[in-house]
């Protein structure tokens, strides 16, 4: 009998740490928003352009205004970006810091792969990752 015909709930605990196992995958989860939310508000502040002005005259000083940890600080100057996911970050609100920085969403995001912007866009005009051999974590152990 399954969960929902016997009356029960699956643990969400249980069922959230299933996202954990989706391998190079961060699925952004109510718990992932709460730990990030002067980290995404901080990129989003770079929506104005006062902001971006302030910001890249000098990002440590912008940064010292946001009550992110040291660690979400030092991820954004590394321009870390899946480090930044890993800490809270919206891929959406962290693309107001690649655009500041002028780079394309293409751009970043093969940085995120360890690909070139070229390898990275054909393996996506071909279709994206084949999800063969890449669909567990703990399968993989």
Do not use: C
Not at 15 to 37: N, Q, S
Not at 64 to 83: C, F, G, S
Not at 115 to 130: D, L
């Amino acid at each position: 009998m399954s969960t929902e015909q016997s009356g029960s709930h699956p643990d969400v605990g249980d069922y959230l740490a299933e996202f954990d196992d989706i391998p190079g995958t961060r699925v952004y989860t109510a718990a992932r928003a709460r730990k990030g939310y002067y980290l995404n508000q901080f990129a989003m502040s770079l929506m104005k352009e006062e902001n971006r002005k302030r910001w890249k005259a000098d990002e440590r000083a912008y940064l010292a205004e946001w009550p992110m940890t040291e660690e979400q600080k030092q991820a954004v100057l590394a321009r870390d970006y899946n480090r930044l996911l890993d800490l809270g970050g919206n891929i959406y609100f962290l693309a107001k810091v690649f655009s500041t920085d002028g780079l394309s969403f293409l751009q970043a995001v093969s940085t995120m792969t360890g690909m070139s912007v070229e390898q990275y866009q054909a393996m996506m005009n071909a279709g994206g990752r084949s999800p063969e051999g890449v669909r567990s974590i703990r399968e993989k152990r």
